[in-house]
């Protein structure tokens, strides 16, 4: 959904401002913003929801076995009776299927939101050091383009100019 609201703002405002105008985002799929954080936000949510159904179906069973008899004394049976479930091993193991699959999406939800977070610091920590590794780049490139210029004008030898330093932390 998220994917289509942004299509759809783009496609706007290409209709507004014209086919050349500037676009609001370089890559509408791609999971940048708020579509990354709308997507952690679903993991989290679908992981809870997976662990609450896990938690409910446990104690609300009393753990994941059914018992083929059940003594009953509710209303309105006047006294005590017996009350036979029917298939009781089809439905537990029905029932421990459903729970070992909601584990198994919680433990891939989980990897997934780590993967997700891991795979966003790597790049913020590649694109800080890369932007150090340009600007120490740029400063020596700058030094030598002074150097050329200092040639080209005839000042050989002059090393009286003023140099700057940038100290990157």
């Given at each position: ?30 999971k ?12 989290v ?18 753990g994941?076995s ?28 029905f ?29 913020f ?45």
């Amino acid at each position: 959904m998220h994917v289509a609201y942004r299509e759809d703002r783009e496609r706007k405002n290409q209709l507004k401002y014209g086919e050349n105008c500037k676009r609001l985002y370089p890559n509408t799929g791609k999971k940048r913003g708020g579509l990354w954080w709308t997507y952690i936000l679903t993991l989290v949510f679908k992981i809870g929801v997976d662990a609450t159904f896990v938690f409910l179906v446990y104690h609300m069973y009393e753990g994941y076995s059914f018992p083929s008899l059940i003594k009953c004394a509710q209303v309105p049976c006047p006294n005590t009776v017996d009350c036979f479930i029917s298939r009781p091993t089809e439905k537990r193991i029905f029932t421990i299927f459903m729970v070992v699959t909601s584990l198994a999406c919680i433990l891939l939800s989980f990897f997934e939101i780590l993967y997700l977070v891991g795979k966003r610091c790597h790049e913020f920590l590649s694109s800080a050091h890369h932007s150090r590794q340009v600007i120490t780049h740029s400063m020596s490139s700058g030094s030598k383009l002074m150097e050329a210029n200092a040639l080209k004008s005839g000042e050989q030898g002059t090393t009286d100019k003023k140099s700057y330093y940038v100290v990157v932390s």
